[in-house]
């Protein structure tokens, strides 16, 4: 990686997470890298790391351990409730798109 790149790990390989990582590589490659992709279901980030040529983390401390500059989740609720304390509390910048989560209770 180019030290004026910024490294970006993206959590959730589905649909979302697919657009983000070709926007990533097509208009901001200058700037930014796809270090790693995480997804809960293995398969599908073993999809996306080969076709982006990337790593596939397995576990949160690995995601840690690559200290991105960013963290771009695209997965769920869920991965943002279990994963983005930890991240933050790494001094990784998160990006959380799962808006479902900040929605107010009734």
Known sequence: MGS???????I???VLGSIIAD?????????YEISAVYDRQQFQAEKLAERL????????EEI????????IEAAS???????A???LKAGI????LSVGHWRMAD
């Open 64 to 71: 840690i351990a690559y200290k991105p500059a960013y963290v």
């Open 53 to 60: 040529g990337v790593k596939r983390a397995l576990y949160l």
């Open 12 to 14: 959730g390989c589905g």
């Open 23 to 31: 926007g990533i590589n097509d208009k901001l490659v200058k700037h």
């Open 93 to 96: 910048d998160m990006i959380i």
């Open 85 to 87: 304390c930890d991240i």
């Open 77 to 83: 609720k869920e991965v943002v409730e279990s994963m």
């Open 4 to 10: 004026d790149k910024k490294s970006i790990i993206i």
